[in-house]
């Protein structure tokens, strides 16, 4: 799959910055 | 691998990969610069994968988080590294890196920084700095020794 397609599969998401530094860091706290 | 980490090769730490896909902005203008220039190299550990995949998996969904990784497994410099160890530093260390970017400030603060540098000679920047301070043509000679080309990929491929 092309960046530009994934890209646009992504978009039908509204993620912030901050939603992804929470997740991850809450991931990585789980292990 | 030489002691000096080569500045062509690059980690996005699992953060920084999944902004670049459901986010945008700093994320993808950081890594576009990568997609745009066939002579760098983005490195990856498998664990920092499993972290990507883990994020995009739960913000989005498990079909976009698989497309994505494979196209990350695709693109990426895979290295090794113990399960322990933080999947983005680690793959900064063991793949010769001399940049990590990450959103998480307990790593790009200056107090960290002064606390990694000792042991990891990697330069932690957060996306919008490096997407700034990136200089695909002063890089060009450690590459080449002809005048640099311009970007040579199409970073939506």
Known sequence: MRWGDLFERAAEYEVTVADVTETTESLRDDV | MSDRPDPTRVVADADV???????????????????????TTLVASEALLDD?????????????????REKLAAWTDRVDHPDVDHSGLASAYRGGAAHL??????????DAGA??????????????????????????????????????????A
């Open chain 2, 101 to 110: 970017l990450s959103f998480d400030p307990s790593l790009t603060s200056v």
């Open chain 2, 17 to 39: 990969l999944a902004a670049d896909l459901l986010v945008g902005g700093a994320a993808r203008e950081a890594l576009d610069h990568l997609r745009s220039h066939s002579w």
């Open chain 2, 52 to 68: 990507t995949e883990a994020v995009v998996a739960a913000l989005a969904d498990a079909d976009l988080a698989a497309a994505h």
């Open chain 2, 115 to 156: 606390a990694i540098q000792p042991h990891v000679s990697v330069s932690v920047r957060t996306p919008d700095a490096f997407a700034r301070l990136f200089d695909p043509e002063s890089l060009w000679p450690e590459v080449d020794d002809g005048p640099y080309p311009g970007p040579d990929r199409d970073p939506r």
